[in-house]
């Protein structure tokens, strides 16, 4: 049996509040552990392995990505994406040039079929390697089954019920470990696999190890998810621009936003694209070199406003001349190229490296090749270069092998958190029983436990709405009678 240890003894009557509040801490990190923890298993493994998604990609594509490198010049970008346009006959969407000399160049085309493809090409020969998905490579596929991106909103709404949760389970968790004057299973692990105080010391003993980290991505991954994180991008990118704080935006904006084409940063997601084709109508520059009228940030030009007939726009650049224009402005190698949708699109270079001083986004007026917009991590606001910085950890981005090293640790911890527990609960479960913790007696404390979570979750509404539920069926379930369980 479970001896619930006591506060301070010289305190009248608190070793009979302390239990209570023990017991109704205990429940709801049941209760958080009950729904959380396939999640986590789940979420543990995927996030592991995508941790080395470059790896991966690098052994399972290799024959597409890598090429032997040539004494001969690189082909011309157009040479390349006619070659995989005559493979695959379409229109060239996006072209990323090769980031090395030993890689490939990449075309996604969406076919006559309707299919979107990426069309690896020879760099060197014109030839070409071979094609996969749009988003189709292994690397990807692991990334999406971490999001259940595959299955429905329901489902990816899950994802972030199970987040919220694991915060609960990080904060319920330290109390429950606090020593309150124990020496043993704080840091150690007591008795052997047979006994269950091996499995509860090992499961607080891991928890202290990688608990703060798991704190730390539930809350890097909330950004991502599929209520909160939306309605949190749009707030944080202000007026529904999307463009970071500090980039002055006078130039005429359409419709079409940066995420539609590619796969952007999460401070980008709501970022328009500018037009092409209306150098003569961007006002003057301001002392900090960004066009503007009045210096306000994130507007476009006003409403309502006459806008004057422009003589007739001249060609527009090839796709030779847009890359050549990117390497002069001095994007990081591996950038990519969203191609112009329409008279008024313009040329689109982003590029996301591990550095995020590096990341950087440029938009290009498709007629004259001048920089419309150019945005860099610089540039974004506190909470975006915040959240930016943490996602980036969060992917394992950030410091190299040793971040890939803490993430595998910390997910391997996760594994073993969540063993830990099934193996103590089926130690300490009643034949027949579910082993739900014993109730407090004081009903109030129980109530204001719950309240104390509420007020997290009216932060994630998810959560909230899932916590409300799981009240209500402890209440149906248990309510009425009292439940002393074996401990």
């Known amino acids: 049996m ?7 003894p010289a305190r009248p009557g608190s070793r009979n509040r302390f239990p209570d509040l023990y017991r109704a801490v205990w429940r709801w990190h049941f209760y958080a552990g009950l729904l959380v923890l396939p999640f986590l298993i789940w979420l543990a493994v995927t996030g592991g392995l995508y941790v080395f998604k470059n790896q991966i990609d690098g052994f399972f594509h290799q024959q597409l990505m890598s090429v032997a490198a040539a004494d001969t010049p690189v082909r011309a970008p157009t040479e ?35 299919e979107r493809l990426v069309v690896f090409v020879d760099p060197y020969r014109a030839r070409v390697l071979g094609t996969l998905p749009d988003g189709g490579s292994v690397a990807w596929t692991i990334r999406k089954l971490h999001s259940l991106k595959y ?50 010391d090992l499961h607080a003993v891991t928890g202290l190890g990688v608990g703060g980290m798991v704190l730390f991505l539930a809350l890097t991954g909330m950004p991502w998810s599929v209520l909160w994180g939306q309605q949190i991008n749009q707030w944080a990118n202000g ?76 060609s527009a650049l090839d796709l030779d001349q847009a890359v050549a224009a ?19 699109g313009v040329y689109s270079g982003s590029v996301y490296p591990a550095d995020l001083a590096r990341q950087r986004v440029v938009h290009l007026d498709q007629y004259s090749g001048k920089p419309l917009l150019d945005m860099s991590y610089a540039d974004y606001g506190p909470m975006g270069r915040t959240l930016e910085w943490g996602i980036n950890v969060h992917l394992g981005m950030e410091w190299g092998v040793f971040n890939q090293a803490l993430l595998v640790v910390t997910c391997l911890g996760i594994v073993l958190l969540c063993a830990s527990a099934a193996v ?12 739900v913790p014993p109730q407090p007696a004081n009903r109030r404390l129980q109530a204001g436990v719950l309240a104390l979570l509420l ?17 209500l069926l402890d209440w149906l379930a248990f309510g009425r009678r009292a439940q002393q369980t074996p401990a």
Do not use: C
């Open 151 to 200: 299955f429905s909103p329901i489902a990816r709404g899950a994802i972030e019920i199970a987040a919220g949760w694991a915060i609960l389970l990080v904060l319920t968790g330290i109390y429950l470990w606090w020593p309150r004057g124990r020496s043993g299973g704080v840091v150690s692990v007591r008795g052997t696999p047979a006994k269950r105080v091996f499995w509860r």
């Open 455 to 471: 007020v997290g979750g009216a932060i994630f509404p998810l959560v909230g709405a899932s916590m409300l539920i799981m009240a």
């Open 80 to 114: 390349l994406a006619a070659a995989a346009l005559a493979a695959h006959p379409g229109a060239l969407l996006k072209y990323t040039p090769p980031a090395g000399p030993a890689r490939s160049a990449e075309a996604l085309v969406s076919t006559i079929a309707g």
């Open 424 to 435: 103590m609960w089926w130690k300490r479960r009643p034949a027949g029983g579910l082993g």
């Open 326 to 344: 990117f390497d002069r402005l001095g994007l990081a190698p591996g950038y990519a190229v969203q191609m112009p949708r329409g008279p008024k």
């Open 239 to 314: 007026n529904n621009f999307g463009y970071p704080a500090g980039v002055r935006v006078q130039v005429p904006m359409s419709q079409v936003r940066l995420a539609e084409g590619e796969s952007t940063t999460w401070s980008l997601q709501q970022a328009q694209l500018p037009q092409s084709g209306h150098e003569g109508h961007q006002g003057h520059e301001d002392h900090d070199g960004h066009s503007g009228h009045d210096g306000h940030e994130g507007h476009t030009a006003h409403a309502g406003h006459a806008v004057p007939d422009v003589p007739p726009l001249p």
């Open 2 to 8: 479970t001896t619930f240890p006591s506060a301070n």
